[in-house]
């Protein structure tokens, strides 16, 4: 059996006809595929328990087993095109129900054999560049909600029982709970999920400009108004539309939110007639809105209709028993991604549990990333590498307590993760201070797991 290589351009050949397999291996090995061979479904299996393929050929007549029978299990490890006898274009129909990709008549046809296989290699390609993209744009969705204490419990359980329904929530909790996080749950365990959840940030926009961006503007409403345009309310039609730091809201806007959570109706800037929308609303503030509306810097009103459905994220220090889950979570996530085997060691655990944690997971996260990194090549993260005393102390010097001797890729992310820090990630800052580009950062940010969204 000839060596396979995980790599993009291997083929495994399910064929018992011997010299046919020697055939397609050879046709294959021109054309710059490297290939494996099986002779019986036996021999398959094993060779996928050793190695992946990018694609599979099968033989619809095997000596233990029906080619058919066998698709399925197949087609979980790599893309199948099945092989099948002249004539028996019956069985290619059920094949591809099965889940094949392609089939191929015998005798078999050189150029048609690296059509067939270039083309589904593409497919694969093209999927996995959209599963990519799809990631990218909701950065959340796949993100799971880690947590077993009995707070956290209710949280979940709040979740779960408000999800799909059209009320609104508010979400309240301290910076760096989880709130956008439980926002997107709710629109993902709703019957929205296939439209839009799209966040507005009530705090970065203000006035005129906010208006125009949240219900859209008709054309020569303001000055630069060339044609109309959509709002955001528009985009999340059937969706979840997700107000953060609704706190932030600037007075002037505060009556046109309630109309808009009360009624359903907005109007776009400039435009003499109401809209309705379907999109359903959730909200999140990391003050508390009952305080500030009492203090009259929020609409009363516009409160009250908040907090019909409040949901409260509990502070980290308040779920203690949720602090070692998550940081193996995000220690996990980074040692399946870079391929490191690194575990904390029972004194950091205690350290983690004891800190009180007034950044809430999103610090949480960072430390954990720093001491993946200052502990360089020693496997277990102790105490010292997650330097909580001087997190607390807001200094985030971490070039003396390196283990090893880290690579310059370790050194460079080192340095990127600290700049982060110590400019809260504003990436036009950093960008200036590396002397790159705003997006070759965003870049930069991106490979080494720093960029917040
Ligand atoms: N229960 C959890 N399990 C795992 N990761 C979590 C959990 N809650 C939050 N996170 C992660 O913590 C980080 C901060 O969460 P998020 O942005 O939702 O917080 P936030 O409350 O919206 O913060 P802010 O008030 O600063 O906007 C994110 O990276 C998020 O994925
Ligand atoms: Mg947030």
């Not at 909200?283 to 009952?290: C, E, F, V």
Request: proline share 4%.
């Amino acid at each position: 059996m000839n060596a396979l290589q995980g790599n993009d351009r291997s083929i495994l050949v399910i064929e018992d006809d011997r010299t046919l397999a020697r055939l397609i291996v050879d046709t294959l090995a021109r054309v710059g595929f490297a290939t494996a061979c099986a002779h019986s479904w036996g021999e398959a299996r094993e060779a996928l328990r050793r190695h992946s393929p990018a694609l599979a050929l099968l033989d619809m007549r095997l000596p233990d087993a029906e080619g058919l029978d066998c698709i399925e299990e197949l087609a979980e490890h790599c893309p199948v095109i099945v092989l099948t006898a002249y004539g028996t274009i019956h069985d290619a129909v059920r094949a591809m129900r099965k889940g094949a990709v392609e089939y191929l008549t015998k005798p078999l046809d050189a150029d048609k054999l690296e059509l067939a296989i270039t083309r589904a290699l593409q497919v694969m390609s093209l999927r996995r560049s959209y599963e990519f993209c799809r990631a990218q744009l909701h950065p959340a969705i796949g993100q799971i909600m880690i947590g077993r204490s009995p707070a956290f419990q209710e949280v979940l359980r709040q979740v779960e029982s408000v999800a799909d329904t059209d009320r609104t929530v508010l979400i309240q909790g301290e910076s760096g709970v989880g709130k956008e996080l439980v926002a997107q749950s709710l629109h993902q365990l709703s019957s929205r999920a296939s439209h839009n959840f799209v966040a507005v940030d009530c705090s970065t926009l203000q006035g005129n400009l906010f208006e125009s961006e949240l219900f859209g503007h008709e054309r020569g409403a303001f000055t630069g108004a060339e044609r109309r345009k959509e709002g955001l309310i528009e985009v999340a039609e059937h969706g979840t539309a997700f107000f953060d730091e609704i706190g932030e809201l600037p007075a002037a806007l505060q009556p046109k939110m309630l109309r808009l959570l009360e009624a359903n109706r907005f109007r776009r800037v400039g435009g003499t007639v109401d809209h309705k929308t379907d999109a359903r609303f959730v909200a999140a503030s990391n003050r508390d809105l009952a305080e500030i509306s009492k203090e009259g810097h929020f609409r009363r009103d516009l409160y009250y209709r908040l907090a019909a459905f409040v949901i409260h994220v509990p502070p980290l220090r308040a779920r203690r028993d949720d602090i070692p889950l998550i940081a193996e979570h995000f220690l996990e996530k980074r040692n399946f991604l870079r391929q490191t085997q690194k575990h904390f060691g029972a004194a950091a655990i205690e350290c983690l549990v004891d800190y009180p944690w007034p950044g809430n997971i999103r610090e949480l996260r960072n430390i954990v990333e720093r001491a993946i990194l200052v502990s360089g090549s020693a496997p277990e993260i102790q105490p010292r590498h997650l330097a909580l005393d001087r997190a607390a102390a807001g200094s985030g010097d971490s070039e003396h307590l390196l283990d090893g001797e880290p690579t310059l890729e370790e050194v460079k992310r080192m340095y990127v993760a600290q700049l982060v820090e110590s400019h809260k990630g504003h990436r036009a800052k950093i960008a200036e201070i590396l002397g790159i580009s705003e997006r070759n950062t965003y870049r930069l940010l991106k490979r080494y797991g720093l960029s917040e969204r």
